[in-house]
């Protein structure tokens, strides 16, 4: 049949896919699943809709006083079976779980940001799930600030921050920054002076640091050598690999 220009002869209870070589077949599973029908019936479950129930009236019409009958039936049927959207899921959100290894007080060592490598005391997970850190800014140079807690390595070293009060203005809005609604224009000689236009730190986020960081003066004055620990910046050398080593 292959030389005479004739289709291949189909056998009693074969399959309509065949193969092309060994192993090869001609349709997949997904083509061969919509070719015998199968996806439209799945199809026709899911985005079928109750049909609405019709209701026979009689309405008179003409001069002679004869009646005809009419449905409530809509005269406009989309062409596609519309899809329900699914519901929104942000209302569902739980909070982020805090690694066992990290409590109020650890030492952390940070792994991403303009401070990687730098050592911070942990102090409070806030509602958005960030941890809330502290250098102290004036051990390390590492103000009060949000870290998401995959880029930090718990270390061993805890530090007493009991007697240390925690404002509660420190919150997630307390470190967003404001976004300016238009944007402007901005010429050659403004692209060249950003740098000397840079945003300064209001001076009260600068008063408020350092009135935080002088409670932290007096915690780290109990420990030998934990504010030169706090100040040591965290790198690898040659022949230390860090998972053989214990923080």
């Known amino acids: 049949w292959r030389g005479r220009g004739e289709s291949m002869p189909r056998l009693v ?3 309509r896919n065949y193969d092309i070589t060994r192993g090869v077949s001609r349709y997949s599973r997904s083509a061969m699943f919509r ?5 439209a019936k799945k199809m026709n479950k899911i985005q079928s809709k109750p049909q609405e129930k019709k209701t026979v009236t009689e309405k008179p019409f003409g001069k002679k006083g004869q009646t005809r009958v009419a449905t409530n039936t809509r005269k406009y049927y989309p062409i596609y079976n519309e899809r329900s959207r699914a519901p929104s899921r942000k209302g569902n959100r739980k909070p982020t779980k805090l690694r066992a290894s990290i409590t109020p007080g650890t030492v952390l060592i940070l792994l991403s940001g303009p401070f990687r490598g730098r050592r911070v005391i942990f102090l409070k997970q806030l509602e958005s799930g960030l941890l809330l850190v502290n250098g ?3 051990v390390n140079g590492v103000p009060v600030r949000r870290v998401n807690q995959r880029y930090v390595i718990a270390t061993s070293t805890t530090v007493d921050i009991s007697g240390v009060d925690i404002p509660d203005i420190f919150t997630d809005s307390y470190f967003k920054r404001k976004r300016s609604t238009k944007k402007e224009a901005k010429s050659e000689a403004d692209f060249f002076a950003a740098d000397e236009d840079k945003k300064q730190l209001p001076k009260a986020k600068k008063d408020k640091q350092a009135e935080f960081d002088k409670q932290f003066a007096e915690v ?3 420990t030998p050598f934990l504010k030169k620990y706090l100040g040591a910046r965290f790198s690898l050398s ?8 214990v923080f």
Not at 35 to 39: A, D
Not at 238 to 245: E, F, I, K, L, S
Request: hydrophobic share 20%; no cysteine; charged share 25%.
């Open 220 to 222: 780290l004055a109990k």
């Open 13 to 15: 209870n074969s399959s």
């Open 35 to 39: 070719r015998s029908g199968r996806l």
């Open 136 to 138: 102290p800014y004036k």
């Open 238 to 245: 040659r022949g230390q690999y860090p998972h053989n080593m």
